[in-house]
């Protein structure tokens, strides 16, 4: 049984920075491709962030380049997502997702391509 269990969330001022986790377990996750995905209240869940499955490739949504850091541990089956200069409208529950990787794409930006999710972690930014 595939579990995905995010972590980290809370509640931040602007301008701080957390680190969320993705613990998986009941898969072969050196060989998924692992996203960050986030949803705010009223609005559709939104890419944030994947890696591929050796960690050698990332992407990132235009929104938080150059503030959140996509990374993975193979070996302790986890992966992080730094998030530093949070703004307000970061605000969301946060979760992360798996894709089995077919070696033919890096990553995947689409929600609708990955195969497991977690059930959320909320992050909130205080202004």
């Known amino acids: 049984q595939v579990q995905l269990v995010e972590s980290g969330g809370g509640l931040v001022q602007a301008g701080g920075s957390v680190r969320l986790s993705c613990a998986a377990s009941?898969?072969?996750?050196?060989?998924?491709?692992m996203g960050w995905f986030r949803q705010a209240p009223g609005k559709e869940r939104e890419f944030v962030a994947a890696?591929?499955?050796?960690?050698?490739?990332?992407v990132y949504a235009d929104s938080v380049k150059d503030r959140f850091t996509v990374s993975r541990d193979n070996a302790e089956n986890t992966m992080y997502l730094q998030m530093n200069n949070l703004r307000p409208e970061d605000a969301a529950v946060y979760y992360c997702?798996?894709?089995?990787?077919?070696?033919?794409?890096?990553?995947?930006?689409?929600?609708?391509?990955?195969?497991?999710w977690g059930e959320g972690t909320q992050v909130s930014v205080s202004s």
């Open positions: 890696i591929g499955w050796n960690g050698g490739s990332t």
């Open positions: 009941g898969l072969t996750f050196s060989r998924h491709i």
């Open positions: 997702a798996a894709k089995w990787s077919n070696g033919v794409y890096l990553y995947y930006t689409d929600q609708y391509e990955y195969d497991y």
